[in-house]
């Protein structure tokens, strides 16, 4: 389960986030407990038994950890954190450093979206603008999981935020490539 999950840190760091924060959720609705973990995560997967044992190893460990790192209403793993700071320097690299003409470009069209969604969060929590996005963006998934009604704005919103954080995903594994340079 953990090299899939980094394997697409990776290949799309934007649907790792959005997995782990997703899966952060879970292991907070089953309140960390390991028979819950079991019997809403493991036996449902179609897999053999020592996959269903590494699995339910894995789970339990991250709800350990998400309890001994005192995030059991709200936040997030460090590696999660990570990757966020990772994009927030990217983010800020690739628009005011490098001035990448499609990441601009992505930007100034999501721009007013983000705005909006900024305007929204509390004070007392400031986010960078990538985590901004993040939360847009899981905000609309969770509405759309709960089958309620998703305006032609928000949808519109969404895809422009989407764009973006695609991508800055591509740019994040580019970079990765690149000799010298550590973005774990």
């Known amino acids: 389960m953990n090299e899939r999950l980094q394997q697409e840190r990776r290949d799309n760091v934007a649907a790792y986030v959005v997995r782990m924060w997703h899966l952060e959720d879970v292991l907070r609705a089953v309140r960390f407990d390991p028979e819950a973990i079991r019997t809403r995560l493991v036996e449902p997967m179609e897999a053999d038994a020592e996959q269903k044992i590494q699995a339910q190893r894995w789970y339990t460990a991250l709800a350990e950890r998400m309890v001994k790192d005192g995030i059991t209403r709200q936040g997030h793993l460090p590696e999660v954190v990570e990757a966020i700071?990772?994009?927030?320097?990217?983010?800020?690299?690739?628009?005011?450093?490098?001035?990448?003409?499609?990441?601009?470009?992505?930007?100034?069209?999501?721009?007013?979206?983000?705005?909006?969604?900024?305007?929204?969060?509390?004070?007392?929590?400031?986010?960078?603008?990538?985590?901004?996005?993040?939360?847009?963006?899981?905000?609309?998934?969770?509405?759309?999981?709960?089958?309620?009604?998703?305006?032609?704005?928000?949808?519109?919103?969404?895809?422009?935020?989407?764009?973006?954080?695609d991508v800055l995903s591509r740019q994040y594994r580019q970079m990765r490539k690149l000799p010298g340079i550590s973005l774990n």
């Open 85 to 165: 700071t990772d994009l927030e320097t990217l983010h800020h690299t690739l628009l005011n450093v490098l001035e990448d003409p499609a990441y601009v470009h992505r930007y100034m069209d999501a721009r007013a979206d983000i705005d909006s969604l900024l305007q929204q969060r509390d004070a007392e929590d400031p986010a960078g603008v990538v985590e901004t996005c993040f939360t847009g963006l899981y905000g609309v998934m969770l509405l759309r999981a709960q089958g309620r009604v998703v305006s032609e704005a928000t949808r519109a919103a969404d895809a422009r935020i989407r764009a973006l954080l």
